[in-house]
């Protein structure tokens, strides 16, 4: 090592309080690991070199090893994958057959020395003592995981599994708070050019785990790890509507959770299986599920238009039983009535021609029946199509009406405070930390409602 990096890292741990100088300076305990660490020395060894007891090389080594987690985790950062590595996705022989493959996993035994009445369960299966030790790297031979620790006598198995549950509850701990931010994170996106009737994109996805990991960086999750969690959203938002349904069982809109009878709770675990059970708690609060309809009302399956053999199918509307204004209605009214006049005036044309050639014994004509007046002539399938979709488009325009007046998302209330006049930058800054409350944005959009410049004073009595 070059002696200006041994100077530096002793600086950095008599800095950092992680080594203290004591009876023996920081270098020469650093001297006493490295030494030990590059020739493998046993203690007899650095007896010799260093001329100090055992008891003192015992005392002032552990204190290394007890911060080397500390060093690793400011020290060493793993790199973040989430892609196939090129050399899979750039060659046929190996894509898509390896589109999720990200790494390699391998284990080993590392030996140890241990008193005897502590040997037992790190005595591996060819009678050594070892800690099973479990390594990942990814396709450049760089290390990205080490699960270490594990006695011998563990199964691989045990270990990977330990890994897998140990990581995910690191890395993956959510909370409501997340969850809840997750959700507008989505709400966001939910438009056509993000969502398709498939789902969000790839490319969506991307962005929005960039986007919550931004606002968030006490936390860092993957790609995958969101995605399930919106699955398991998904999934609570359908059981607890279609547990609505269910007769007997009710819901408190204030407290946003399902209320039923002891015997109802039952039938819903029959019908729901256990991940209906942790809805049953009187915490059990849900207060994401008016926020999930909204993602998903549209877009879950409901079996409305299923039947089977054995039953008549239920009546569907199509394009052309649209109500549109009446038009429908008016012309098969039309219809009918130009269908009894012109049996009208076949009957007339029958008793003209029995007249003219002497039959029947009626001398006296009947007075004709008067013919109703022509209305307008009827509308073509193509001009009734056109009404149809004017109906659709001025319904869509009440509706996008209706969801603007009932936005009072931060993203509005930025859109807002910028066009209005007299804001000054640091009266925006200021306004940020007000918009973290719901119950704020609501008000500042009423006030802006009312153009009166009550919003920004308001604004500027929050502040004050």
Same mark, same amino acid.
């Given at each position: 090592?070059?002696?200006?990096?041994?100077?530096?890292?002793?600086?950095?741990?008599?800095?950092?309080r992680?080594?203290?100088?004591?009876?023996?300076k920081?270098?020469?305990?650093?001297?006493f690991?490295?030494?030990?660490?590059?020739?493998n020395?046993?203690?007899?060894?650095?007896?010799?070199?260093?001329?100090?007891?055992?008891?003192?090389?015992?005392?002032?080594?552990?204190?290394?090893?007890?911060?080397?987690?500390i060093?690793?985790?400011?020290?060493?950062?793993?790199?973040?994958i989430d892609?196939?590595?090129?050399?899979?996705?750039?060659?046929?022989?190996?894509?898509?057959?390896?589109?999720?493959?990200?790494?390699?996993?391998?284990?080993?035994?590392?030996?140890?020395?241990l008193?005897?009445?502590?040997q037992a369960?790190?005595?591996?299966?060819?009678?050594?003592?070892?800690?099973?030790?479990m390594i990942?790297?990814d396709f450049?031979?760089?290390? !990205?995981? +080490?699960?270490?620790?594990?006695?011998?006598?563990?199964? =691989?198995? %045990?270990v #990977?599994?330990? $890994?897998?549950? /140990?990581?995910?509850?690191r890395?993956?701990?959510?909370?409501?708070?997340?969850?809840?931010?997750?959700?507008?994170?989505?709400?966001?996106?939910n438009?056509?050019?993000?969502?398709?009737?498939?789902?969000?994109?790839?490319?969506?996805?991307?962005?929005?785990?960039?986007?919550?990991?931004?606002?968030?960086?006490?936390?860092?999750?993957?790609? !995958?790890? +969101?995605?399930?969690?919106?699955?398991?959203?998904k999934? =609570?938002? %359908?059981? #607890?509507?279609? $547990?609505?349904? /269910?007769s007997?069982?009710?819901w408190?809109e204030?407290?946003?959770?399902?209320?039923?009878?002891?015997?109802?709770?039952?039938?819903?675990?029959?019908?729901?299986?256990?991940?209906?059970?942790?809805?049953?708690t009187e915490?059990?609060?849900?207060p994401?599920y008016?926020?999930?309809?909204?993602l998903?009302?549209?877009?879950?399956?409901?079996?409305?238009?299923?039947?089977t053999?054995?039953?008549?199918?239920p009546?569907?509307?199509?394009?052309?039983?649209?109500?549109?204004?009446?038009?429908?209605?008016?012309?098969?009214?039309?219809?009918?009535?130009?269908?009894?006049?012109?049996?009208?005036d076949?009957?007339?044309?029958m008793?003209?021609?029995?007249?003219?050639?002497?039959?029947g014994?009626?001398?006296?004509?009947?007075?004709?029946?008067?013919?109703?007046?022509?209305?307008?002539?009827?509308?073509?399938?193509?001009d009734?199509?056109?009404?149809?979709m004017?109906?659709?488009?001025?319904?869509?325009?009440?509706?996008?009406?209706k969801?603007?007046?009932?936005?009072f998302s931060?993203?509005?209330?930025?859109?807002?405070?910028?066009a209005?006049?007299?804001?000054?930058?640091?009266?925006?800054?200021k306004?940020?930390?007000?918009?973290?409350?719901?119950?704020n944005c609501?008000i500042?959009?009423?006030?802006?409602?009312?153009?009166?410049?009550?919003?920004?004073?308001?604004?500027?009595?929050?502040?004050?």
């Open positions: 090592m070059e002696p200006e990096i041994f100077r530096w890292v002793a600086s950095y741990l008599r800095n950092e992680l080594i203290l100088d004591s009876r023996l920081v270098e020469e305990k650093l001297a690991f490295l030494y030990m660490l590059s020739h020395a046993s203690f007899e060894d650095l007896q010799l070199e260093f001329e100090h007891s055992g008891y003192t090389f015992h005392k002032y080594i552990s204190e290394f090893f007890d911060i080397i987690p060093l690793a985790t400011r020290f060493v950062r793993p790199r973040y892609e196939p590595h090129p050399k899979i996705s750039m060659d046929d022989r190996f894509f898509p057959y390896f589109k999720n493959c990200i790494g390699a996993i391998d284990g080993s035994h590392v030996p140890i020395s008193s005897p009445q502590y369960p790190w005595r591996n299966r060819k009678g050594s003592l070892s800690q099973n030790v990942a790297c450049d031979l760089n290390i !990205t995981f +080490i699960s270490c620790g594990w006695e011998g006598s563990a199964t =691989d198995a %045990r #990977l599994s330990s $890994a897998i549950l /140990k990581d995910g509850k890395r993956a701990s959510w909370n409501r708070g997340l969850e809840k931010a997750l959700v507008d994170v989505l709400l966001e996106h438009n056509t050019y993000h969502r398709s009737q498939n789902g969000w994109s790839s490319e969506t996805w991307n962005m929005m785990v960039g986007i919550f990991n931004s606002k968030y960086t006490h936390v860092h999750f993957t790609k !995958t790890q +969101i995605q399930n969690k919106e699955k398991d959203l999934r =609570d938002y %359908r059981m #607890l509507r279609d $547990a609505r349904k /269910k007997g069982v009710g408190n204030h407290r946003c959770m399902i209320e039923a009878e002891p015997h109802l709770w039952d039938n819903l675990e029959v019908s729901f299986g256990n991940k209906i059970r942790k809805f049953r915490d059990s609060r849900f994401l008016d926020l999930l309809g909204q998903y009302e549209s877009q879950i399956a409901e079996g409305d238009f299923n039947f053999s054995m039953a008549e199918p009546p569907r509307d199509d394009v052309n039983n649209i109500e549109s204004d009446g038009e429908f209605e008016d012309e098969r009214e039309l219809e009918k009535e130009e269908a009894a006049v012109q049996q009208a076949d009957e007339l044309q008793l003209d021609q029995a007249e003219t050639s002497g039959v014994g009626a001398k006296t004509r009947p007075k004709k029946i008067p013919k109703k007046p022509k209305r307008s002539p009827k509308k073509s399938s193509g009734a199509l056109v009404g149809v004017q109906r659709f488009v001025d319904i869509k325009e009440k509706e996008s009406k969801e603007e007046a009932t936005d931060i993203t509005r209330c930025m859109k807002e405070l910028k209005l006049e007299g804001v000054t930058p640091d009266l925006k800054v306004c940020y930390g007000i918009f973290k409350c719901p119950k609501e500042f959009i009423n006030a802006i409602a009312d153009k009166d410049g009550s919003a920004l004073a308001w604004l500027q009595s929050q502040i004050g």
